[in-house]
């Protein structure tokens, strides 16, 4: 039976990792690895060890869910091993020769690792889940993108802090620089000298990796919002050929990893919560935008859990690609 290690086993992404593994059913022996701070502990009847350099030794896969500065220190560890790494850190991400893959759209990029595999950023997961029947349907040039992220997209001190703030309690803030409670706060990552932060950049860059598209544009603002899980996208999508509503639903309700939520006038839409603890994304409110005079942009908007579709599950789902091909 295969080996699989979860680096960072007691984080927002590890945690669901497990959970997305013992889901599926995957035939795989698991093992929890974090800092020394969490050895001992006991997660669905595993215990965690700590991570070390002898860690890799014996394992086939890992699925990594630390943060850059953490994976950047134990993917040598995991290399002289022979692993196969699943990485959700944007460490490696653009690398040339580390396939970024979403199973749904790129899955024959998989083909082409060399030991390291990487999840994408879980806003453009979710953006690209949501619009890539639309981009096949009627081309795509150029996307406007305003996101509002959950707290846990900051990993489990994002959580502690909408939880503390809502509870009234007076402790310091872990995630964020601003109360996020009844707030929001229109910063995710640090800024560059066009007033973009590293957030912002990720779709582009991101997107343009995953559809084998260089010449994509994508303009992004991300903002952070005090709900607790699950992302929401408003999208404009200016087009190549001329837009249709009722194509564009025909189109999401074939795809794959997509339902249709598009009865507006019943208040039918996505919205966060309906996403939670799921892994499909929600697409409605579709409509044309009456102030393109070419008719060529549609508008969107998208909601996906990130910790689930944006990280864990689409990492088991390229590990579940990677055992298929193994046997
Ligand atoms: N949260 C999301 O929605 C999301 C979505 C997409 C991608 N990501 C990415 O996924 C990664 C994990 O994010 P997260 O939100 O799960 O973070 P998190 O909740 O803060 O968890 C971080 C994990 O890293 C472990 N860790 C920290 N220092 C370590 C060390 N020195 N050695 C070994 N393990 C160590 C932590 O273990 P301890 O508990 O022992 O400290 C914990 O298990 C990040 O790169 C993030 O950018 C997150």
Redesign the pocket.
């Known amino acids: 039976m295969k080996k699989v290690a979860i680096?960072?086993?007691?984080?927002?992404?590890?945690?669901q990792m497990l959970e997305c593994i013992r889901e599926r059913n995957l035939p795989v022996e698991v093992k929890l690895?974090?800092?020394?701070?969490?050895k001992g502990k006991v997660i669905d009847g595993l215990v965690?060890e700590?991570?070390t350099p002898d860690s890799f030794q014996g394992v086939d896969y890992v699925l990594?869910?630390?943060?850059?500065d953490?994976?950047k220190?134990?993917m040598p560890w995991a290399q002289e091993a022979g692993c196969v790494v699943v990485d959700?850190?944007?460490?490696f991400r653009l690398d040339d020769n580390v396939p970024l893959v979403v199973p749904e759209i790129n899955a024959d990029d998989i083909d082409h690792h060399n030991g390291i595999i990487a999840?994408p950023?879980?806003s453009t997961i979710i953006a690209l889940v949501g619009c890539d029947a639309l981009k096949k349907e009627f081309g795509l040039k150029r996307m406007i993108v305003t996101t509002m992220q959950?707290v846990?997209?900051?990993?489990?001190?994002?959580i502690a802090d909408l939880e503390n703030q809502v509870k009234g309690e007076d402790v310091p803030f872990q995630a964020f620089p601003y109360q996020i409670a009844y707030n929001l706060i229109p910063q995710i990552g640090d800024f560059d000298e066009f007033g973009i932060s590293k957030e912002e950049w990720k779709m582009q860059n991101e997107g343009r990796k995953i559809w084998h598209e260089p010449e994509l544009l994508v303009n992004c603002t991300c903002v952070r919002v005090p709900v607790m899980r699950s992302?929401s996208e408003s999208i404009t999508l200016e087009c190549e050929t001329e837009v249709d509503v009722a194509r564009a639903r025909e189109v999401l309700k074939q795809a794959a990893g997509v339902q249709l939520k598009d009865d507006p006038q019943n208040r039918v839409y996505p919205m966060p919560l309906d996403t939670t603890d799921q892994d499909d994304v929600f697409v409605g409110r579709i409509r044309k935008d009456l102030t393109d005079p070419e008719g060529k942009t549609l508008q969107v908007f998208v909601c996906g859990d990130?910790?689930r579709k944006?990280?864990a599950t689409n990492a088991v789902q390229i590990l579940e690609k990677l055992l298929e091909k193994a046997e």
Do not use: D, F, Y
């Open positions: 680096a960072g086993a007691t984080g927002a992404v590890g945690r690895l974090a800092s020394a701070r969490s965690v700590e991570l990594g869910a630390c943060e850059n953490v994976t220190r134990w959700n850190s944007s460490a999840n950023n879980c959950a846990s997209g900051a990993g489990v001190k994002g992302h990130q910790i944006g990280a």
